[in-house]
């Protein structure tokens, strides 16, 4: 396929714990922007969660498919836990009904960044271990850092201890501009040095002030990223998130603006 733009449910709830049962209503708002896919974090799935087939036909009925569920772990230790594992198998077997979905893994950010290295080794060593499971039953998974103060892969120097430790035959790496940018660091050059591992990508906008912006009215250059995305040959996902103020008060109303945004300055570059 060619380059598709979607949303993530984080939208409309930012915490990944919080278990919802309006994912009706999102993937309403969703079509109606026209957007045509999904990253769905597996709390939000609701009355979803033990039927994929219900899902498939909610999201057929649409015209949206779904482009991947976030499944996030807290992986504390040197290998995944019974109940990690357990997790994790679940959602590969989901997706397999989803072609092409990706099980993207972002790791809980932590009460602090202390002993960071051992940390960061034990959760790329779990997330690896999802990845090649998951690879044997035709999933791709893919690591999704973020960017809060005591997110253990935040700058510049996290991001180098994760593309060394990343098992690059299993994994991928989605690339969030928001976050990148929350990190100090160029959300354009972090996904242009890494295209080769990209298989999912995340897009928010940020200020150079440090402040969540409505995309496309920040500083980063979504259009050059969309056109280095789409002169690598990149065929995947691009979901369109939102932190701002106004997003937490009316997600529906910002994410059909921000879908005018797509459609007049981002659509056209994939043409």
């Known amino acids: 396929m060619s380059i598709k733009f979607g949303c993530h449910t984080s939208t409309w709830e930012l915490d990944y714990d919080k278990e919802t049962d309006y994912l ?4 309403d708002a969703v079509s109606n922007a026209d957007f045509k896919g999904l990253d769905v974090q597996v709390a939000m799935l609701g009355r979803y969660q033990n039927d ?3 899902l498939k036909q909610a999201l057929n009925e649409r015209g949206i498919y779904l482009a991947a569920l976030t499944v996030p772990f807290t992986w504390a230790n040197d290998e995944e836990t019974q109940e990690e594992k357990e997790r994790a198998d679940y959602y590969i077997d989901y997706l397999t009904n989803f072609p092409g979905a990706v099980m993207n893994l972002p790791s809980r950010v932590g009460p602090n960044r202390d ?14 271990a999802v990845g090649k499971r998951a690879h044997k039953k035709g999933v791709q998974a893919s690591f999704h850092p973020a960017s809060p103060e005591t997110s253990y892969f935040r ?5 180098d201890v994760l593309f060394e430790l990343l098992d690059k035959s299993y994994m991928s790496y989605t690339p969030d501009a928001g976050h990148i940018k929350a990190g100090g660091m160029s959300p354009e050059k972090i996904i242009k ?8 990508v ?8 440090k402040e969540w912006k409505e995309m496309g009215t920040g500083d980063i250059d979504f ?17 369109i998130e939102e932190e701002t103020q106004e997003a937490a008060k009316d997600p529906d109303n910002v994410i059909f603006n921000v879908g005018k945004y797509v459609e007049e300055k981002l659509k056209p570059i994939v043409q």
């Open 155 to 159: 700058t510049k120097e996290d991001y």
């Open 24 to 27: 009706d209503n999102v993937m």
């Open 115 to 128: 002993n960071l290295l051992k940390r960061q080794k034990q959760i790329i060593a779990c997330a690896n």
């Open 202 to 209: 995340h897009f928010k906008d940020r200020s150079n002030y």
């Open 223 to 239: 259009s050059y990223i969309v056109e280095t995305l789409k002169d690598s040959g990149y065929q995947g996902w691009i979901m």
């Open 193 to 200: 040095d890494n295209l080769p591992i990209i298989k999912h």
């Open 52 to 54: 994929p087939e219900k």
